[in-house]
């Protein structure tokens, strides 16, 4: 845990001159919100939260309540102005939030609300370089009649807050925040990557939990209680004085329930016992984590996948699958190659019929990556990532045509989102989509030895691994014994350096 800031607009709070904590709202009479969707997300807030929520009559959006207000209505999409724009005179009206209907799940509108509330985007902190890369080139930014307003806008999606912009409280990177964007979310079509986490293993994250409908993460919850003053409130409720009380230690923070509220990983009355886990532990149906730093074949099948659709919010979610490889040569000089087996033979049979024929494998050229998943790979801790469309890998059916990855350093890296099942309303295909498997191998850097040869076919192919037994103990025998003639040579030369008195020894 670092010396971080929460993302939050600490001058636009809901916070009145009476020290209280309320929001009010009202639906706009001129539009139609999603009422039932948008009372959800309020109450998930509430839920979590001590401020309190009061709904005014319905009205128009342009009117002076003489307090701040946000205006609800259906203005095309989902989204909110951030924080309180009456509190400090920017504005002397109501404020527009858009839930439309059928264009506004609950955990975007929860989002949009937690704008509403003050909260910025997880990819605003002043300090998220530390943790993800933002490839602002990728974004989709039309060159049209709206050129300033579209590019202040995809350019505004992954700004970054300043310092005094936040309020300062240790916390951790949350990449499962309800305020995180999703990797390609405002990317071009094809799928490039906007946001790149520096540790690959922490890439599906920004995907999971959006797809699985997650809300508010333990540090929303923190963020808010904190910047909102409700622990402070709640201790006084609940007769905790905060300095003989209960402390609350390692990112937890005292509740509605006064207690302690602990972050994942600890436990106990203070969150002073740490449990062993990890900060962001894999999640179900992430199980599949596979750390390759040898040659071989991998098979993604029976690593604990599931499609238990027990407690989900989104029902959609079942369709997902997540993978995540890391592939880490044990050599400065190797690099991972991966050649994908997808088992299309089995994709097959589990259609077989004619159904399977028309609803997904003719359709498989057209499908888009969106509706059947994403293969992130590349080196992560250099930005150097590349996107690859599951269905075009699924198309590749020759051998030769069949996804090769190189690394380009050390460690190279895949994430995979399958999302197969979406197109063909089974789960189960994701499932099996999912079941790849990876033949990996480690060579020299080609880079490091260059070669020349005068006809393509003269090519020897891949420089062979110098760790390999096959075909290279002449070389190793060759090496040492070099190394020895060096070892003499080298003692020998010292030896006459030393006579003539040339060798500064003890200095
Ligand atoms: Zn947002």
Redesign the pocket.
Known sequence: MSSLKLNIQSKRLWIDANDQQQVWYYYDVQTQADKEVFEAAVKSWADTTCIKFNRGQPGGCTENRGHGAVCVGSFGGCWSLVGNSYSNGWSRSSQKMSVQPNGCELAAAA??FG?ALGLQ?EQSRPDRQEYIWVNYENLDIKIDGQLDNNVKQAWYQASMCEKGQTVDIPMPYDFLSI?QYGASDFAKEDGRMVYVTRDPRSQYMLDYHRNAGMLQTHYDKLVMNVAYKCDVLWRKTCGDNGNSGTKCLNGGYFAKSCKCECPEGYSGSDCGSKTGSPLFPVLDRAKVMVDITSPGLYDMADRGMNMNTENLILQQFVFFQFITVVARANHIRKRAAITVNQPFEQIQQTFGSSFGQVNFLNNLEIADCQVTGFFYWGDAAHNKMRTECVSSVYNNELPSERLHLRGRNQTLSITVICALGKMSKDPSVSLKAAEFKLDATFHINPKMQLRTFQNPSDDPGPLADPDSASGSNAGKIAGIVIGVLLGVALIVGLGVAWKMGKLPIGK
């Open positions: 989002h949009e704008h985007h305020m």
